[in-house]
């Protein structure tokens, strides 16, 4: 495994550790501060944005991390609702702020796969 690689792992998971810290606070991860958990989030996202130098082959392979991303994220949320979780600051499928970004996200993903292809 290629450091690359170790930090979209990590990227994800330190999501989804704040999904869940959002959606049951009170059940897990007590000991561990919501701000440590963003901060190392953002952390980890930076470097794998200083890290990753764009080229043709890397803009394909964001596309796909991007719709990959936006995927799980998706069903993370669906999951830990069907779980009897509630966000405590009002992220779910029902909020059309969400799907406003997310179609913001789309088209975004769209121009740019256009604009490699052309």
């Known amino acids: 495994m290629n450091l690359k690689v ?15 810290f959002d959606y049951f606070p009170h ?3 007590k000991d561990i501060p919501k701000t440590a958990l963003t901060i ?6 930076v470097v794998y944005i200083v890290i990753n130098r764009k080229t043709e082959k890397d803009c394909e392979n964001a596309l796909i991390g991007e719709a990959v991303f936006i995927f799980y ?3 993370l ?9 509630k966000s405590t600051v009002g992220i779910s499928l ?4 969400l799907w406003f ?7 975004d993903m769209t121009v740019r796969y256009r604009k490699m292809n052309a």
């Open 6 to 20: 170790l930090l979209r792992i990590g990227i994800f998971l330190l999501f989804s550790f704040l999904m869940i």
């Open 27 to 29: 059940l897990v991860l």
């Open 40 to 45: 190392g989030m953002i952390s980890l996202a």
């Open 73 to 75: 994220m998706l069903v």
């Open 77 to 85: 949320i669906g999951l830990l609702t069907v779980m009897g979780g």
């Open 94 to 97: 029902n909020n059309p702020v």
């Open 101 to 107: 970004v997310l179609l913001l996200t789309i088209v």
